[in-house]
């Protein structure tokens, strides 16, 4: 487990020396983000085509404030409707290309979409809860993953950036957290915040840093 680390402000653009590699001004040194439940609303099944991507509230105003680290922003989605032929590669990628114009349009910035496109019988290593999607965009971006905080929606995202070495971050703007899995995150002082402007925020303040003893989730 990641030992605490005492609070200060990691919302940094400048670069300080005597950091771990890829890590800026020895802080966070990248933004790895959930799709569906995280940026736009989750319809509990594939988004199939731009009309049916619905930005959550707050999206523009997180993006606007991420835009103005010098670090990463990448999204990473499991996308197993390519794979069980629900939804062709093309589209999807038609709606990643809307979906950074407009947040790109409104002052924010998403610098990379990273997609497994594989059915959950494939196997494949890169469908979150596995690590494969969180390793390849590191090595793809050059960041340190210990230094990476990955914001998602579902145990899937938490247990990927666990078996990443990354920091996790939940919100409750997506899928609900079940009392097992809310008891199991509570256990391993997982964040768990409203939704990414609070993600954002937790990010600002350093409160992204796992709980320590006697803290409390509410009102981070």
Known sequence: MRKATKRKSIFHSGAEGGGRSGVVGGKIAAIMLDR????????????RS????EFLPGVFQAFQQLAMLQIPVVVLSNQSAIGRGWVSSETVDAIHREMMGRIRGAGGRIDDVMVCPHAPESECSC??????LLLETAIKHRFDLRWAVM???????IEAAQAANAIPLMVRSGHAIP???EERLNRENVRV??????AVTAIANGSVFPLTGGESRENL
């Open 36 to 47: 569906d439940g995280v940026v736009n609303r989750e319809l509990g099944r594939a988004v």
């Open 50 to 53: 731009w009309d049916e991507f």
């Open 127 to 132: 469908r979150k809860p596995k690590p494969g």
């Open 151 to 157: 914001v998602g929606d579902s145990h899937r995202d």
């Open 179 to 181: 009392r097992k899995l």
């Open 193 to 198: 915040v409203a939704d990414l402007v609070s």
